[in-house]
């Protein structure tokens, strides 16, 4: 008997051997899905396609309307060229208005003219010469200007008619003292 094979015990059928490797068992898949789920998942994703196309519709639309605006810009900026083209003739006009009031002033007294704009510049310049900052002092008086030596007119009333005595007062040669 010893000889004899010997046959082991059946093994029960729900248990592999144990020196077997287990069987793979085939994976049946997540199952049938309820409809319920089905339902409230493809509404969401028709819901996101849905919002998807009004942002893609808005920004097309938000991307025109910036083209329509940049288009205005452009109109807005070609009908003002013109006014900036006189408002350039102004500004010469002015620069050369300017420069030859700033010539006009004496030459020691042309740090006394602001900075800044020429508006400004100008109006204070107007002012200025209104007060006479810039014109020589006035003479006396008693003394005659500079350059301009007359003779006093000497008038003998004695030797003159009474005629000649009316006519000279009248012309502002003779005045009466007094």
């Given at each position: 008997?010893?000889?004899?094979?010997?046959?082991?015990?059946?093994?029960p059928p729900g248990n592999?051997?144990?020196?077997?490797?287990?069987?793979?068992?085939p994976d049946p898949g997540p199952g049938p899905v309820p409809y319920d789920r089905f339902k409230h998942i493809n509404d969401r994703a028709k819901a996101a396609e849905a919002e998807l196309e009004k942002?893609?519709?808005?920004?097309?639309?938000a991307t025109e309307d910036a083209l329509?605006?940049?288009?205005?810009?452009?109109?807005?900026y070609e009908q003002a060229q013109?006014?900036?083209?006189?408002?350039?003739?102004?500004r010469d006009a002015l620069d050369e208005l300017l420069t030859a009031q700033i010539?006009?002033?004496?030459?020691?007294?042309?740090?006394?003219v602001p900075d800044g704009d020429p508006v400004t510049r100008l109006q204070w310049l107007q002012k200025a010469q209104?007060?006479?900052l810039f014109t020589p002092p006035p003479q006396s008086p008693g003394n005659p200007p500079p350059g301009r030596r007359s003779q006093p007119n000497t008038f003998d009333l004695?030797?003159?008619?009474?005629e000649e005595i009316r006519k000279a007062r009248a012309e502002g040669k003779i005045t009466l003292a007094g």
């Open positions: 008997m010893a000889d004899e094979p010997t046959n082991p015990a059946p093994e592999p051997p144990p020196d077997s490797a287990p069987e793979p068992t942002l893609k519709k808005a920004q097309a639309k329509k605006e940049q288009e205005k810009w452009k109109e807005l013109p006014q900036v083209e006189e408002a350039k003739k102004y010539d006009a002033v004496p030459e020691d007294k042309r740090g006394l209104a007060a006479g004695n030797n003159m008619s009474p």
